[in-house]
């Protein structure tokens, strides 16, 4: 049974280029959740959607941030027009249930922006 | 706003040593509250979940308490060995919300 996978795990982009994060969530998991941790800085919501749903997105940037989490394959955070301070780990976390249940974590894409 | 925070930020104990790492929350309208391990450069580990309802869990070495009314817990860690050297995470999830509220984590260093 594989755990959360993410990819890339690690991905560079130049200042001004997109940046798109796959996740997927555990099988039989339909609730995602995005986090970031900047560096010396502890984890922080971002997102967190079911299947065709954003649910939750108020830990999301207004610009140039969007994630979705369509019927069929991962679930993708876009960032578009990516500034150095974008540089970041981002992790996926996904649930069986309602967000009330544990949350599993997968390994993170570090994102470096130069 | 919920607040989490842990202390110390940085441990270094020699091996065999018990430990205390502490988490405090300023909300204490939680559902959950979980610790995990974080080693350099990979995700997360879960390592215990505390129900609100309950006072503590064991697993192994690992012993989390949950103090909800005083918005404390401690995880302890006993007969420490140098594969327990990572940053261990204190995270709860507020009653009602979708998301985990992370402490910015306690580095432990257990020397051999």
């Known amino acids: 049974n594989a755990g959360v996978m993410q990819n890339p795990r690690h991905l560079v982009r130049r200042r001004g280029q997109e940046a798109r994060l796959r996740c997927s969530p555990m099988?039989?998991?339909?609730?995602v959740y995005w986090y970031r941790q900047l560096p010396e800085e502890g984890l922080k919501f971002m997102v967190y959607?079911?299947?065709?749903?954003?649910?939750?997105e108020s830990g999301m940037p207004k610009e140039r941030f969007s994630a979705e989490f369509p019927k069929e394959g991962p679930s993708i955070l876009r960032i578009q027009q990516v500034v150095r301070g974008d540089s970041a780990a981002y992790f996926c976390?996904?649930?069986?249930?309602?967000?009330?249940?544990?949350?599993?974590f997968g390994p993170g894409t570090r994102l470096t922006v130069t | 706003k919920q607040e989490v925070t842990q202390i110390p930020a940085a441990l270094s104990v020699p091996e065999g040593e018990n430990l205390v790492l502490n988490c405090s929350f300023t909300?204490?309208?939680?559902?959950?509250l979980q610790w995990f391990r974080q080693d350099p450069g990979k995700g997360l580990t879960s390592l215990l979940l505390?129900?609100?309802?309950?006072r503590e869990q064991t697993s192994g070495r690992l012993n989390a308490s949950l103090d909800k009314s005083s918005g404390r817990s401690t995880l302890y860690i006993a007969a420490s060995q140098p594969g327990d050297s990572a940053t261990y995470l204190c995270?709860?999830?507020?009653?009602?919300?979708?998301?985990?509220?992370f402490g910015t984590g306690t580095r432990l260093t257990v020397i051999p």
């Open positions: 976390a996904s649930s069986g249930l309602a967000g009330f249940n544990e949350q599993y």
């Open positions: 099988k039989g998991h339909s609730h």
């Open positions: 909300d204490s309208a939680i559902y959950n």
């Open positions: 505390i129900q609100s309802s309950q």
């Open positions: 959607l079911q299947k065709e749903n954003i649910i939750d």
């Open positions: 995270a709860v999830e507020e009653t009602g919300a979708n998301n985990l509220f």
